[in-house]
């Protein structure tokens, strides 16, 4: 115990996995608009990288709700 009252983080990680789900639902519909009616292939890159971003954000959210519980997961040396 760490002498803080245990959080509820249940809604942040339903947040993080609709993130995940919907950008990935999204990238893949991007890039099968893209080839269906030939779009430049900017469009794509910009898909992956609005992707990639989305992904960094929910490891980061994910990353830090770990953290935050109680032992962190690691042990501590003494």
Do not use: C
């Not at 996995?17 to 099968?32: E, F, K, Q």
């Not at 960094?56 to 709700?65: E, F, H, N, P, Q």
Request: glycine share 12%; net charge positive.
């Amino acid at each position: 115990m760490n002498g803080h009252p245990p959080r509820d983080d249940s809604g942040q990680m339903r947040l993080v996995g609709a993130v995940i789900a919907l950008t990935m639902l999204a990238w893949l519909a991007v890039n099968w608009a893209g080839r269906r009616y030939g779009w430049p292939v900017e469009y794509a890159f910009l898909a992956d990288l609005a992707a990639m971003g989305a992904l960094v954000w929910s490891l980061l959210v994910t990353w830090r709700i770990w953290r935050r519980r109680d032992g962190g997961g690691l042990p501590r040396k003494r």
